[in-house]
């Protein structure tokens, strides 16, 4: 569906209400299919005046973090399946009494717990509480190592070295969580290691989360792959089998749209520099580091064509992105569309250097623009004192 940008403000994601409908019916009839649940990992999409449009859909969603959770509790009506990579005491009998699955990073901070989860469940006997432990396959194919929780030293989960032959009493289910935008024949491979470690373990478990990283609503995804893999998993093991992809949900889904504010000759290359900033509004651009794509433009310098390096606003002298090509020059006022920058991008927004944050806004179904909210001095100044 073409969206009309002209009278939207800029800078502004804009999510596309049909796209998100698209996707989500798909991985509906993947956990249908399949037998499993799949929830929303919030930190790869919060976007929450949506959240009624995703309860249609999924099985709940996943926090990693209490104000996650009272997310997932106002804007979904759910108890929010929670991990963590530690918990905080004061918070913890809120994470319960908010939560229906809770996750354990170690049996440390299970012990720890322990005592007032028993009194917890002396209180609250009619609150369904089933707890887990995440679980480090020591397998993983994700490149970069800052999102590669399988390096060695990786916080985040216990091999199984530290694990005793049976399941600590009151540990229900399995948690590992090592892919990021991967295929079914990723998830394939991990469950080799999975089971080569811990299948004694699946025995004993209800329930088994194969975390996010499922890019299942990708073009070219084996998607029959993945129900065949999660089938054979619960009928092998009789457990419930869980996904909580963060950017399936969000693939494609919409756009950041930007404006030129000057364009400037240095030292031979042509720079635009836009109302937005990758270091505050696309950190991901440059922690991964990958290059988004802009709408009717070239993704490399094309001799003959306009080449320009895009940059941000901010002071930061690594706040660009380059180099790009166009059919016509540049100048002041003209639109540049950053594609697919719903998932992993409005979740890490800053307001470094005071910039403001981009406006957030949805094309409806009915085809006309909706703007949910915009940013300003107060946003910057509620998050400093």
């Known amino acids: 569906m073409a969206i009309d940008y002209h009278n939207i403000p800029s800078p502004c994601f804009v999510l596309q209400e049909s796209l998100l409908r698209s996707n989500l019916q798909l991985i509906d009839t993947v956990q249908k299919s399949a037998g499993c649940k799949i929830i929303l990992a919030l930190k790869g999409f919060s976007m929450y005046s949506v959240f009624p449009i995703v309860n249609e859909y999924l099985s709940g969603a996943t926090a990693s973090s209490l104000n996650e959770i009272k997310l997932i509790n106002e804007f979904m009506e759910r108890p929010a399946h929670t991990y963590m990579p530690a918990y905080l005491p004061e918070e913890f009998e809120e994470v319960l009494r908010r939560s229906s699955h809770i996750t354990f990073n170690s049996l440390s901070q299970y012990e720890k717990f322990k005592e007032a989860i028993t009194q917890f469940r002396e209180v609250n006997p009619d609150h369904s509480l089933s707890f887990g432990i995440r679980i480090n396959p020591q397998y993983s194919e994700v490149s970069t190592d800052m999102y590669n929780p399988c390096v060695p030293g990786s916080r985040l989960g216990v091999t199984r070295d530290k694990l005793p032959d049976s399941l600590p009493e009151g540990i229900e289910g399995l948690h590992f969580h090592t ?120 993704q490399e310098a094309v001799v003959g064509k306009e080449v320009y390096r895009m940059g941000g606003m901010t002071c930061l002298a690594g706040d660009f992105i380059g180099d790009y090509s166009f059919d016509h020059p540049l100048k002041e006022g003209d639109q540049i569309v950053f594609e697919d920058m719903m998932h992993y991008t409005m979740v890490k927004t800053t307001t470094f250097n005071g910039v403001n944050l981009p406006s957030i806004g949805m094309w409806t179904k009915e085809n006309q623009f909706e703007l949910i909210r915009s940013f300003g001095y107060e946003s910057f100044k509620d998050r400093l004192s």
């Open 179 to 298: 892919l990021c935008e991967n295929g079914s024949d990723t998830l394939e491979r991990t469950l080799e290691a999975v089971e080569d470690r811990f299948g004694d373990l699946l025995y004993q478990a209800k329930w088994l989360n194969m975390g996010g990283g499922h890019l299942m609503t990708r073009d070219g995804y084996d998607i029959d792959k993945l129900i065949t893999l999660v089938k054979a998993i619960r009928q092998k093991y009789d457990l419930e089998v869980i996904l909580e992809p963060g950017s399936a949900i969000a693939w494609r889904t919409g756009d950041l749209l930007t404006t030129v504010l000057d364009v400037m000759d240095s030292q031979g290359i042509q720079v635009a520099i836009l109302d937005t900033s990758f270091a505050a509004h696309m950190p991901d651009t440059l922690e991964m580091p990958y290059k988004p794509y802009i709408k009717n433009a070239y």
